[in-house]
């Protein structure tokens, strides 16, 4: 529970120690493992993994579509396993392939959804005008689903999985295959909403620059166990740490400035590759002029130096020795 002052809001989302595990012959496969997750209301939530880390499980048995092992999960104060239409009606879900059917048109396919959720027809006409002006879709409402373009059908999609308004959203890969300008409008139209409506989403996704730049935390998944749970910002001080790569003019050089760099509390890796002394520190603002000061008190040259900002992927590589998008790939 969040308390701010007297006033106690529930999060949207509680998990409390959920397992999935699978029969596959006369093997057990545990899919996850005892998951502990809390998700503020409003808050935008990455959930980072690879292929087969239990994160698209996870979020299955949130959604009700597969029930739980053991532990238990909580939606908007709902539980998943005993009030599983309630939970449904809660949330938006947006999967990895397209929601609307090929042959049908756009406005059609937004009216028709908005009334399997409950809604009068009046109400749904209404929503899936105002969903096509605010997603952009203005001037396709009588064209079919298979006419779009693969950013027009994803914004579609969108479209779909918050008729009802729901308080809160999931988005599987919402991005995937499209073009940087298409991903760029889609986050566009989803910070838009999401500032309107306040609505807590839950975003998986391999391009981590989504979620570097869009999420308030980050959660990596992997073997079906959480790794790690933090800002991304924070993931990075405390992971990855700062780059630096200086050039020299000879080998012996490299290979003493590499020594005076191990020398530095703050230094957390040295490499040499030739002439570059790569190395990482927990601040490279402060280290780096540092460096060359040493550096030149030893009359060594320093012919480069660049500083950078660690990734996500990087954050990734050192929890688990493996690159995010490397494990996508695969």
Same mark, same amino acid.
């Given at each position: 529970m969040m308390t701010t002052g007297t006033i106690t809001t529930a999060p949207a989302i509680e998990v409390a120690a959920l397992t999935k595990t699978f029969k596959q012959g006369k093997n057990t496969v545990e899919a996850v493992k005892g998951i502990d997750l809390t998700v503020a209301k409003g808050e935008l939530l990455a959930l980072l993994g690879p292929n087969g880390a239990g994160k698209s499980t996870t979020l299955r048995m949130i959604t009700t579509l597969l029930r739980p092992t053991s532990g238990s999960a909580w939606l908007e104060g709902h539980n998943i396993a005993d009030e599983p239409d309630a939970v449904r009606r809660q949330i938006g879900y947006v999967g990895q392939g397209n929601g609307g059917g090929n042959n049908q048109r756009v406005r059609e396919e937004l009216v028709t959804q908005g009334l399997c959720y409950g809604l009068k027809r009046s109400e749904s006409a209404s929503r899936a005008d105002e969903l096509i002006a605010a997603l952009d879709l203005t001037g396709m409402e009588n064209?079919?689903?298979?006419?779009?373009?693969?950013?027009?059908?994803?914004?579609?999609?969108?479209?779909?999985?918050?008729?009802?308004? !729901? !308080?809160?959203? *999931?988005?599987?890969? !919402?991005?995937?295959?499209?073009?940087p300008q298409s991903r760029a409008n889609l986050w566009t139209h989803i910070s838009r909403l999401r500032a309107e409506t306040g609505a807590t989403i839950v975003l998986t996704t391999h391009y981590l620059d989504e979620a570097d730049a869009m999420a308030e935390r980050v959660v990596v998944i992997d073997k079906g166990t959480v790794i790690a749970d933090d800002s991304a910002a924070a993931l990075k001080d405390k992971l990855a740490g700062d780059r630096i790569d200086l050039t020299v003019e000879r080998?012996?050089?490299?290979?003493?400035?590499?020594?005076?760099?191990?020398? *530095?509390?703050?230094?957390r890796d040295v490499t040499v590759d030739a002439l570059t002394v790569g190395l990482q520190v927990e601040r490279a603002d402060v280290m780096l002029p540092r460096l060359i000061a040493a550096a030149t008190e030893r009359a060594i040259t320093i012919r480069t130096a660049q500083a950078s900002r660690p990734t996500l992927d990087d954050v990734f590589l050192s929890l688990t020795g493996r690159s995010l998008r490397e494990s996508a790939a695969a």
């Amino acid at each position: 529970m969040m308390t701010t002052g007297t006033i106690t809001t529930a999060p949207a989302i509680e998990v409390a120690a959920l397992t999935k595990t699978f029969k596959q012959g006369k093997n057990t496969v545990e899919a996850v493992k005892g998951i502990d997750l809390t998700v503020a209301k409003g808050e935008l939530l990455a959930l980072l993994g690879p292929n087969g880390a239990g994160k698209s499980t996870t979020l299955r048995m949130i959604t009700t579509l597969l029930r739980p092992t053991s532990g238990s999960a909580w939606l908007e104060g709902h539980n998943i396993a005993d009030e599983p239409d309630a939970v449904r009606r809660q949330i938006g879900y947006v999967g990895q392939g397209n929601g609307g059917g090929n042959n049908q048109r756009v406005r059609e396919e937004l009216v028709t959804q908005g009334l399997c959720y409950g809604l009068k027809r009046s109400e749904s006409a209404s929503r899936a005008d105002e969903l096509i002006a605010a997603l952009d879709l203005t001037g396709m409402e009588n064209r079919k689903v298979s006419t779009l373009s693969g950013g027009q059908r994803r914004r579609l999609d969108i479209a779909l999985g918050i008729v009802h308004r !729901p !308080p809160v959203i *999931f988005l599987d890969e !919402p991005t995937t295959g499209m073009d940087p300008q298409s991903r760029a409008n889609l986050w566009t139209h989803i910070s838009r909403l999401r500032a309107e409506t306040g609505a807590t989403i839950v975003l998986t996704t391999h391009y981590l620059d989504e979620a570097d730049a869009m999420a308030e935390r980050v959660v990596v998944i992997d073997k079906g166990t959480v790794i790690a749970d933090d800002s991304a910002a924070a993931l990075k001080d405390k992971l990855a740490g700062d780059r630096i790569d200086l050039t020299v003019e000879r080998a012996a050089d490299a290979d003493e400035l590499a020594r005076l760099a191990t020398g *530095f509390a703050q230094t957390r890796d040295v490499t040499v590759d030739a002439l570059t002394v790569g190395l990482q520190v927990e601040r490279a603002d402060v280290m780096l002029p540092r460096l060359i000061a040493a550096a030149t008190e030893r009359a060594i040259t320093i012919r480069t130096a660049q500083a950078s900002r660690p990734t996500l992927d990087d954050v990734f590589l050192s929890l688990t020795g493996r690159s995010l998008r490397e494990s996508a790939a695969a």
